[in-house]
């Protein structure tokens, strides 16, 4: 099993264990597969501090996603806003009940 890692865990770890760097293309499919990853532990987090953290991981994975692809924060936030401007947020609690069209 290969599973993307943090750059200091090579180095946490005991000799035992075995890394190796992976293609760019690689590393993109892993950074996909890691953001599914920390999503799941998000959905799992039962304690606030337990959130927190999971949160901040899938903060990192973003971040790595976004360096990979050479797309800034300040780009993806700006969307984001444009978006909240179009759609508005999740802050009313909504939820569609029947689907008339794809969002």
Same mark, same amino acid.
């Given at each position: 099993?290969?599973?993307? +890692?943090?750059?200091?865990?090579?180095?946490? %770890?005991?000799?035992?264990?075995?890394?190796?760097?992976?293609?760019?293309?690689? =590393?993109?499919?892993?950074?996909?597969?890691?953001?599914?990853?920390?999503?799941? $532990? +998000?959905?799992? #987090?039962?304690? /606030?501090?337990? %959130? +927190? $953290?999971?949160?901040?991981?899938?903060?990192? +994975?973003?971040? #790595?996603?976004?360096?990979? #692809?050479?797309?800034? =924060?300040?780009?993806?936030?700006?969307? /984001?806003?444009?978006?909240?401007?179009?759609?508005?947020?999740?802050?009313?609690?909504?939820?569609?009940?029947?689907?008339?069209?794809?969002?």
């Amino acid at each position: 099993m290969k599973k993307l +890692v943090r750059d200091k865990i090579p180095d946490i %770890l005991s000799n035992d264990a075995q890394f190796e760097i992976l293609s760019n293309e690689d =590393y993109r499919k892993s950074l996909r597969d890691k953001i599914t990853e920390e999503a799941q $532990e +998000v959905k799992q #987090a039962e304690t /606030r501090a337990n %959130l +927190v $953290e999971e949160l901040g991981d899938l903060e990192e +994975v973003i971040r #790595a996603i976004l360096d990979d #692809a050479s797309i800034n =924060y300040e780009e993806m936030d700006s969307l /984001r806003q444009a978006k909240i401007n179009q759609k508005g947020k999740f802050a009313q609690k909504f939820v569609m009940i029947k689907p008339d069209e794809e969002l």
